[in-house]
């Protein structure tokens, strides 16, 4: 009977998807510490965090529903709970979802970064989205307000509330998360794993079952598919220009026009130093 839930709540860009891949292959071992880590058709629990966020506990009742009987703790991983981070309305609303399952110990987990390396890694990844975003507008929003909206699409999304949402001024907006759940909150600098990156979320689910995930990690082939890496400037610059021309009909000099102005932001080491050393004062 489930009477501990941990939540991963990511952050985005922080190895969420390779921690996701070892409990996602590990899920038998787990659950004979019992553990649950529910399939709900990947590796992730995307699928139930965007329900929750719109309102909808359909599958997070589902998931705690059948949950095995020798489970005792449930742990979901989508960093998209990081929306309730930076909304309150948003985390109101998935702390009472959890508070209705009957459960009382309930953990938050998050794992932050650097701002700067969280910074410039979130302008990449947006890239392979199809979503544009002007570096110097991005940052603005970031230092007047510590956080970053992105609009998503509501089709492919699901209408998740608010866009995608990333937090920067970490103490602000997870002391003030930590004031609406009441519970738990464990922070996890992405930096200072020793194994890797989010590896300390497995001491949350108790010691035999963190010492068994030691000593029986998946085979690195297995979790190489796992891995989310960092694009490289080129394909960030390839990858922009292709969403930017993509609906408009260009001549091909107007196309190598708009590459060398996406090129020439996108390598400008001297504009990129000053948006770092920007970052790391606004937020320490």
Known sequence: MINRIIVHCGLH?????????????????????????????????HRVSHAMLRGDTTLLEQVFREAPEEASILVLSSEDFENALADERLAERISGQFASLGVEDVHYAVVTRKPDDYFFSIFAEMSKHKVVLDLLSVFDEVMRTGKLTVPMDPEAYKGVPGGWQFIFDYSRYIEQFRTIVKKPVHVFPFEDSPDFPGSDILKLVGGDAGQAIDVSMPEPADLEKYRNTRLTKKDIIRKYTRTLVSNLDYTDEQIRTIRKEVARKVNNEELEADIRKALLARFP
């Open 13 to 45: 860009k922080t190895a969420s998807t390779y921690l996701q891949g070892i409990f996602h292959l590990r899920r038998e071992a787990l659950l004979a510490h019992g553990i649950c880590y529910p399939f709900t058709g990947t590796h992730n629990h």
